[in-house]
């Protein structure tokens, strides 16, 4: 989830400097189902079943909360079984186990069922109902606008053949949010952004009622956004990259990135020094100060440096004789399969290179020289690293005495002779003995461990609004919205601008009402009317929807798709409501049978 700008990391005590939280995940714990759950009816499910995260719980408003909320992956390594997946919260670090993440989605479309069943085999279970055998209770959730029958078909398939649920309803998060807040008016119009973890939508609803014709979709969204960052940060600091990691790019994001309101405007104040070191932002990374403190002297450098050069000498040497022994067994046996020959047991030698893997008496004598001659190169090895070790060994006995004599050669009266002279440069002799003070360089090694965040802050999530920064080929958020409004006649246009609302989590960097009102008001004609709404929370909103829809429409059939229907209709068979995609069934027109004249 986004965090609001007055969460935060504090800043340590330099300036601008924040610490990484680097949060780890929480396992959910195990509930259980209470009696106000199932009496006198099976209270519904929800679940908002995102692309980042999953939100489950109860449809009861004496629990307006969700029970669960985790994010949308799954780790199994290869050839581990189904019980030892962990699913969401149970993965505590996302990072060692990156490339072994799986999730359900293409996009925002599920087509991974295998991971799917398994998000509601962890839902299930952690909400205390035993999902091997029928879950009684109905299911509300959310899909994508405008979802693929199959994808639908295969979910209707799994909730009802896999878990016998009773009843299903789905409906889409950006309108579950969008009716949230707008509980006042009875059929609101509107222009919904809904931007999330993979894409943003654009959808138009008139009259209380989506528009599904005049739909958009942009490929685009926070996991975009985090990977075009990590890829600025990492071309900026090649010297770390292992620790530019996606988790820590969403976090920059969520509390450090903003939509600037001209994208141009922007980088020209950035040019600014002062208005740089007001603003960037220095990421510390974590680092040790051991690395460049040293206790040891350097007589007990030297000492440790022989020390692990004997040991190593000591290692080679006992692998040489392993190997060397190793090798003489070898041989040994070769040359006892070789004498079967020369006794002419002909049935045990062919038997004994088929043990070993040899087709003739020929590739046997050839490998046997190729024993032989490595065991001598063996032992050469070995007896030249013996005469190493032993004129080391005596070059430094006699290297002592000779050091020692020559210290002792100088004699009290050169000492004497030397002290004579002194007086005579007494001038230039303090400059000559004064001892030269090493000018070290002055390393920091924490500043060395920081990331400034100074454009980044902007670049990133500027992507929404320009795709062509990071290469794609693919309308922004302003074009395809005039793309909507054009579909539309100038009345429709006003219905739609006078009420834009903003939802998801890709919406809540600060800024982005602001920029939103700014192209507005570039697209608009001059003098017209619109207004900006941004949903209580964007995150959860879609979940609160599908929540308060589910306590109105529990006890009637609008919306609801039972077993009856699935069994007589079909799995891609959707029944509406005010917040779910349209219903659209494919005809498949018969083509007229071929008349062949016959050839006079």
């Known amino acids: 989830l986004f965090l609001v700008a007055q969460n935060m990391s504090a800043p340590s005590a330099a300036v601008n400097v924040y610490q990484f939280r680097d949060s780890r995940a929480v396992p959910d714990p195990f509930l259980e189902v209470g009696s106000q759950h199932c009496i006198p009816d099976f209270v519904p499910i929800v679940v908002d079943n995102g692309s980042f995260q999953c ?3 109860w449809a009861t408003a004496a629990e307006p909360e969700p029970k669960l909320v985790f994010k949308s992956v799954a780790a199994r390594s290869r050839g581990a079984s189904r019980s030892e997946t962990q699913i969401g919260n149970d993965i505590p670090n996302l990072e060692p186990v990156r490339w072994l993440l799986k999730t359900q989605f293409d996009r925002n479309v599920v087509v991974n069922f295998e991971i799917q069943e398994l998000m509601f085999d962890y839902i299930f279970q952690h909400i205390g109902i035993n999902s091997e055998g029928c879950v009684n209770h109905p299911i509300v959730l959310t899909e994508a606008p405008c979802n693929p029958l199959y994808s639908r078909q295969m979910m209707s398939e799994l909730l009802f053949e896999c878990y016998h649920i009773p009843k299903v309803s789905y409906g889409i998060d950006g309108l579950y949010s969008f009716f949230r807040n707008e509980k006042g008016s009875p059929h609101p119009s509107g222009l919904i952004i809904s931007s999330g973890f993979q894409c943003t939508h654009i959808l138009p609803v008139l009259k209380g009622r989506l528009d599904a014709n005049n739909c958009k979709r942009i490929n685009l969204g926070g996991s975009q956004v985090a990977g075009y960052l990590q890829r600025l940060l990492q071309l900026k600091y090649p010297g770390h990259l292992p620790s530019i990691t996606l988790s820590r ?63 190593l000498q000591e290692l080679n040497a006992r692998r040489r004789e392993e190997k ?22 002909v049935d045990l030698f062919h038997k004994a290179l088929v043990e070993l893997n040899m087709d003739s008496a020929e590739e046997l004598q050839s490998y046997i020289n190729k024993l032989g001659i490595a065991i001598e190169q063996t032992k050469q090895k070995i007896l030249q690293a013996e005469v190493n070790i032993e004129v080391d060994a005596v070059d430094t006995k006699a290297e002592t005495p000779d050091l020692e004599q020559l210290g002792s050669e100088q004699s009290l009266d050169d000492v004497e002779s030397i002290t004579e002279l002194e007086p005579l440069f007494n001038e230039e002799t303090p400059e000559i003995e004064k001892p030269a003070i090493p000018v070290q360089p002055v390393f920091n090694l924490a500043e060395y461990h920081q990331l400034f965040l100074g454009t980044e802050r902007i670049r990133a999530p500027e992507i929404i609004f320009q795709p062509s920064l990071m290469g794609e080929e693919q309308a922004g958020l302003p074009e395809t919205m005039q793309y909507v409004f054009e579909r539309y006649s100038k009345e429709q246009q006003n219905e739609l601008a006078q009420n834009v609302f903003l939802t998801g989590g890709n919406v809540m960097y600060p800024g982005m009402k602001g920029r939103i009102e700014k192209e507005l008001l570039e697209m608009r004609p001059f003098q017209s009317y ?7 929370i964007p995150a959860l909103d879609a979940w609160y929807g599908a929540r308060d829809w589910a306590l109105e429409f529990m006890n009637q059939e609008e919306g609801w798709i039972t077993r009856q229907d699935y069994e007589e209709k079909g799995g891609e068979y959707l029944r509406e409501h005010k917040a779910s995609n349209a219903s659209s069934t494919i005809s498949i027109s018969k083509q007229a049978p071929k008349i062949i004249e016959p050839t006079v």
């Open 55 to 57: 939100r489950a719980g």
């Open 249 to 311: 790019m969403e976090e920059l994001l969520h509390e450090h990135s903003y939509f600037a309101e001209d994208y141009t405007e922007e980088l020209e104040k950035w040019r600014s020094p002062d208005f740089y070191e007001k603003n960037v932002h220095k990421m510390q990374l974590p680092f040790s100060n051991k690395l460049l403190v040293s206790s040891f002297t350097t007589e007990e450098k030297l000492e440790r440096r022989q020390q692990q050069l004997r040991r």
């Open 530 to 536: 619109f207004k900006i709404k941004m949903a209580a």
């Open 324 to 345: 060397l022994q190793l090798d003489q067994e070898r041989l040994e046996k070769l040359l006892s399969v070789q004498e079967l020959l020369d006794e002419g047991q």
